[in-house]
């Protein structure tokens, strides 16, 4: 973790001394833009390596979550270097904009899907230990835990 923070700074430091240069339009372009799609890649390869170990030791729903958390993770860290080299395409002026909106949509795409992964009551909440009640009950503590007006209570 110390290793990419200080990767990151230099990585910014780097970039702000370039910042005026006059062939630049944004501030990722050029051999900063370039260090940048590679420090992604570079990532995006320890977790795929990571995430493979994980889904070998995973089971059942265990392994159908690993699988789906890993298709977002992996577009996640790979949409960057598409915007990237797809900005190439268009003129040098239009690339801060097509850059800007481009990283704003995948990270909202991004964060509306890791949200409903992970906040909603869905195979995340089956396979944690959120689904389960810690608390001795007759039943097991394994049993899941009643919502609020379920229709299940008796009335009084």
């Known amino acids: 973790l110390a290793f990419i923070t200080v990767l990151h700074l ?8 370039r910042d ?31 995430m493979k170990q994980t889904y070998s030791q995973a089971a ?8 789906r ?9 790979l949409s960057y270097p598409t915007i990237f080299l797809i900005a190439k395409l268009f003129a040098p002026y239009l690339r801060h904009k097509f850059m800007l909106a481009g990283v704003f949509l995948m990270q909202a795409w991004s964060l509306s899907w890791y949200t409903s992964m992970f906040l909603t009551r869905g195979l995340f909440f089956e396979v944690s230990d959120l ?7 007759p ?11 379920r229709g299940d209570e008796k009335s009084q």
Request: hydrophobic share 50%.
């Open 60 to 67: 059942g729903k265990q392994r159908i979550f690993a699988h």
């Open 139 to 149: 039943q097991g503590s394994r049993k899941k835990p009643r919502l609020f007006g």
């Open 10 to 17: 230099v990585l910014v430091m780097w970039s702000k001394l």
């Open 131 to 137: 689904g389960g009640n810690f608390l001795p009950t």
């Open 69 to 77: 958390f890993f298709l977002a993770t992996s577009l996640y860290f």
């Open 20 to 50: 005026d240069a006059s062939y630049k339009f944004h501030e990722n372009e050029g051999a900063s833009g370039l260090v940048l799609v590679l420090f992604r890649l570079g990532l995006y390869a320890w977790f795929a390596f990571a």
